[in-house]
């Protein structure tokens, strides 16, 4: 494998010289590929927040629209509020249940 390797490797600089040469003619998937591999994929943009500091599902999306927050950003806060607002029911639900629990204890 290394052999070939090292054959097509003096021929690179021609090869990618005729994939330009077809992509400036309009060939599109050599224009693709030439991008895809000189050229990084688009990332998220990392940046502190400067939107809501509690996970309010309304702050959020205003935060949003006034281009405070990332769309990132707001998904990673409305999964936090979603799993608080989760844990908010299952703490309220134990304790009813406890309290259930209790009423039902002291008629036994």
Do not use: F, Y
Request: aromatic fraction near 0%; hydrophobic fraction near 45%; charged fraction near 25%.
């Amino acid at each position: 494998m290394t052999l070939l390797r090292e054959k097509i490797s003096k021929e690179v600089p021609e090869i990618l010289a005729a994939l330009g040469e077809r992509a400036k003619q309009g060939d599109a998937q050599a224009a693709k590929l030439l991008l895809k591999r000189v050229l990084p994929p688009l990332r998220p943009e990392h940046r502190h927040p400067q939107g809501p500091t509690t996970i309010d599902p309304q702050g959020i999306l205003a935060a949003v629209g006034a281009g405070t927050l990332t769309l990132e950003q707001a998904d990673a806060l409305m999964g936090m509020a979603a799993t608080a607002a989760r844990i908010s029911e299952l703490v309220e639900i134990e304790a009813r249940l406890k309290a259930l629990e209790a009423l039902l204890a002291g008629r036994g």
